[in-house]
């Protein structure tokens, strides 16, 4: 059985560098102000910064982050779906096209945006594929820099796949909301992964039901130590 690692921004490493990062995608589907459960919300992680929207009319309705109702939620949830591949999790909230925003100072190998969105710079990115990581793939950013000669960073799209398992969450915990597919869970305190839905051929994953969590195998670890990428902190989570 492969073992898995919970992701997390090693702050040392990245403040050690000193580059100061700050954006948003270009778009994104609403959060939904949902008629069935009553909440409005949000998710965050479903990121697709490889997928163009431009050609959509109707782009412009995807640029300005608010509350929609349900209806007027799937409409636009409908527009965008033809860019994703069958079967993608689009909740509200998911977001697509380049980080936009700006930047300074000096970024080493890995650095990341609100801990949970990975970027490389190139090179990176190209040595972990060379050593035969699977998964990672670099989509441009249109970030500012205010220096000359920035350093080009590259934001990770990482497919979400794979499910924590039930058993590390409340056994009381309510089902997903039959309309908005709302499911109300806290960062469970001693993650478990769901072994039967674990990727087999990816080496780097967000969690599809937990999609803030960044997932990767043990040749990732290994292979980042070998490196000596700095930027990423790993955790072995127990699978069940
Ligand atoms: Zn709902």
């Known amino acids: 059985m492969s073992r898995y690692f919970l992701l997390d921004e090693d702050k040392a490493a990245t403040a050690r560098h000193g580059g100061e990062l700050d954006g948003m995608h270009k778009w994104r589907l609403p959060g939904v102000r949902c008629h069935a459960c009553g909440a409005t919300w949000s998710s965050v992680g479903h990121d697709h910064p490889e997928v163009d929207l431009s050609g959509i009319t109707e782009h412009a309705e995807f640029e300005r982050p608010r509350p929609e109702p349900f209806t007027e939620f799937v409409r636009l949830r409908e527009l965008a779906r033809p860019f994703v ?29 609100g801990g ?15 050593e035969g990581i699977r998964g990672p793939r670099g989509c441009r950013t249109e970030l500012r820099f205010r220096q000359k000669n920035p350093p080009e960073l590259l934001e990770i799209q990482l497919n979400p796949l794979g499910r924590l398992h039930l058993d590390c969450m409340p056994p009381d915990h309510p089902p997903p909301c039959a309309t908005c597919g709302r499911l109300n869970l806290r960062w469970p305190e001693a993650p478990i992964l769901d ?20 997932i990767g195998t043990e040749r990732l670890v290994d292979t980042v130590s070998r490196l000596q990428l700095d930027g990423i902190t790993f955790r072995e989570l127990p699978i069940r």
Do not use: H, K
């Open 85 to 113: 591949p069958p079967g993608t999790p689009l909740p509200p909230g998911t977001t697509f096209g380049p980080l936009v925003g700006r930047a300074s100072g000096r970024f080493g190998p890995i650095d990341w945006l």
């Open 116 to 130: 949970i969105r990975l970027l490389m710079q190139p090179d990176a990115l190209e040595r972990l594929q060379a």
């Open 195 to 214: 072994a039967a839905s674990l990727p087999t051929e990816l080496d780097l994953f967000r969690l599809g039901n937990f999609a803030t969590m960044l």
